[in-house]
């Protein structure tokens, strides 16, 4: 990459569910935002469990599981027993799980979070960082997952059937005390559906090529033992190199990006098998009945960039600026009417990361998008931001636990919140003083967009495991 500045427009990783083709042929201009209710900044962290300790070290950090209120939740924490009981072991102390209400806004989780969970009865130290949510999106809800990331490693664990909990289980627990241990040599690999659209041609030059290089210098110092690999997948030229690849057994980290699949469907029971899924160049898919048995990715942790790629939302982040467009931007009208939830619809998990996450020999966790996945978020206004990911990736590779890897993108949506919640205070006090504001629209917009992008991006698995092989205190 010759240069480090590009020219970015709000592109959309998302394809229709008729043709493959992607929704958005050309991406919407930041000068159309109109004025927005901008968001309320959610609680921050004032405080964290043993700080001053390694993050990664679980009997002093601890693990938890929140299961929601009634029968059901029974039955969740019945199912993942062995895993509860394997942390217990780990961490040197007993798992009490939580039980939460269903269906929580944020308003109602951040009380829920405060009055529950950080209850001032319960020392600090007994509090575990690192929390597993059980069941969908339509129990435990996403705003409780996003309020409780504020401060938490957070992870979520969802499947249709009591075989996807009970085989994840024993996924985990026969990676975590096979011989790989300690044996296993780090391994990256970053692959692009490049399939001539705009935002993937675009996404690969602000995100993954950049990323990819970044690997490589900083390698000899950073982790000298790493295997990197990257393929780029023009038009479906190196689709079955892929394939081949993520087959093997050896454990890595993996980075896609790709358009994820919907809108256009026929029935809900068709969106929720197929929203999501992986648009390969060619235009064909990757599904999760295609992965939930053959080889992918063993014991590897997966980060998949395209919209709706963990699932999706009850309603979308983006639908108050959409709704302001519609009227003067065809495109903001497309995407609001044809690529967002229905009035009413439910939110839920993908359906791919479910099939992979229970499969025997699949990852061990899955991070991706829960709403829209733009590619705005990968730059600052023009100038390269890889390192939103590239950190992930470079914690994941060093050996941290996938939470703690996620931690370093959750990070940054916490500072943009703060810069913009300044801006909105610099206006309000404009407004006060009889004066025009000299904020930038542009500037708000643009921290508006990263900080809904950015929180949209969860972790699906236990926020505890990480790449076989690379533990890095001797657990």
Known sequence: MNSREKPVSLELLLARADDHQPLLPRGIALEKFPALPFPTPRQLPDRLWDASGDPDFLPKQRWGVVAPQGPEGDRLLDLI???????????????????????MDDVKAARWMRTEFRKEAVDESD??????????????????????????????????????YEAYCSKVLKWESSPYQGQVRPRALLYTSKDGTSATDLAYDVLMGPSFETLQARQPKDFPEAELQEIIDEKGASTQQWLSNVSQSEPRVMLTLSHGLGPGWKTREQQRRLQGAFVLPDKSLLTGEELVSRPFLPGGIWLFLACYGAGTPGRSSYAPWLQQLRDVDRDAARVLEEGMPGEGALPFVAALPQAVLSNPSGPLAVIGHMDLAWVSTFSDQGRLAHSRFLGILRALLQGRRVGNALHTLLRIHSESLVELTA???????????????????????RLWLLCQDLVNYVLLGDPAVRVPGNAINGE
């Open 81 to 103: 027993d062995p895993l509860i009981r394997w942390r217990e072991a780990m961490q040197g102390a007993p798992v009490h799980p939580y039980r939460a209400p269903v269906g």
């Open 127 to 164: 509090r575990p960082r690192y929390l597993l949510l059980l069941g969908d999106l339509d129990g435990l809800s996403l705003e409780l997952q996003q309020v409780l990331s504020t401060n938490a490693f957070v992870g979520r664990l969802v499947f249709p059937s009591a075989d996807g």
């Open 423 to 445: 801006l909105l205070n610099q206006d309000e006090l404009a407004r006060a003083m009889g004066r025009t504001s000299s904020v930038d629209l542009k500037v708000k917009a």
